[in-house]
């Protein structure tokens, strides 16, 4: 089974603080992503990375960094947190190929950021 | 605009009943819908996945069922049960490009 796994489940932060959310795959997938979800407005996509030290930006990356210095870890890097920040942050992994799994992307569990 | 619209936004059914999630998109062109289970603090997991060719598809008591032409999908669950409780987001891929989500179905299956 694939398992994507995130460093917190729960996080506090103070405004300003500089945030690292952590996450690993254990499939050697070569895609990861980084997804933030509120109430009413769905998974909305913050960074992904297909390789090692690549990275593209999302539909929402103002206020995030990223970084992918081995290929089963990807972080995600609030430099100064804000409460609009709080949010469920949600990582994923997928083949890059479309074979029979048809880009299907494996979940962490979620880290849910509260900033106040 | 590519987009994708879930209803109902949320539903309410009792246990052993059927009910019916819908998925509406514009995305284009289109390569492949899938619907994802996220129960309560969890990550979504993968239900049934449809490919263009593909009419109907299920999965235990989830049947999927997609018609390319009018760009519409529905989810239906038989029998619910109280484990059924969870959000359903159905995702949308493009050829060659991006997935786009739906917000999602909360269904809340009581005893």
């Known amino acids: 089974d694939v398992k994507v796994t995130q460093s917190s489940r729960y996080l506090v932060k103070r405004t300003g603080e500089k945030v690292f959310l952590e996450c690993v795959q254990d499939?050697?997938?070569?895609?990861m992503f980084w997804y933030r979800q509120d109430p009413g407005l769905g998974l909305r996509l913050i960074y992904f990375?297909?390789?090692?030290?690549?990275?593209e930006k999302g539909d929402i990356p103002e206020g995030y960094s990223v970084s992918r210095e081995k290929k089963e870890r990807f972080s995600l890097i609030l430099e100064s947190a804000s409460t609009n920040q709080t949010s469920m942050y949600l990582c994923a992994s997928s083949l890059r190929v479309p074979s029979k799994s048809y880009n299907e992307q494996f979940f962490g569990p979620g880290t849910r950021l509260t900033v106040l | 605009k590519n987009q994708v619209e879930q209803s109902p936004q949320s539903l309410i059914i009792l246990e052993g009943k059927n009910c019916t999630l819908q998925c509406n998109y514009t995305v284009s062109p289109f390569s492949n819908l899938r619907w994802y289970k996220q129960d309560t603090g969890r990550g979504p997991v993968s239900l049934t996945i449809?490919?263009?060719?593909?009419n109907t598809k299920s999965n235990g008591r989830y049947t999927a069922t997609l018609d390319a032409d009018t760009k519409q999908s529905s989810l239906h669950i038989t029998a619910s049960q109280l484990s059924d409780s969870a959000s359903y987001i159905c995702v949308v891929k493009r050829n060659a490009g991006k997935s786009t989500f739906g917000d999602g179905t909360t269904l809340t299956v009581k005893p």
């Open positions: 990375s297909y390789d090692v030290k690549m990275k």
């Open positions: 499939m050697d997938h070569e895609n």
């Open positions: 449809m490919t263009f060719s593909e």
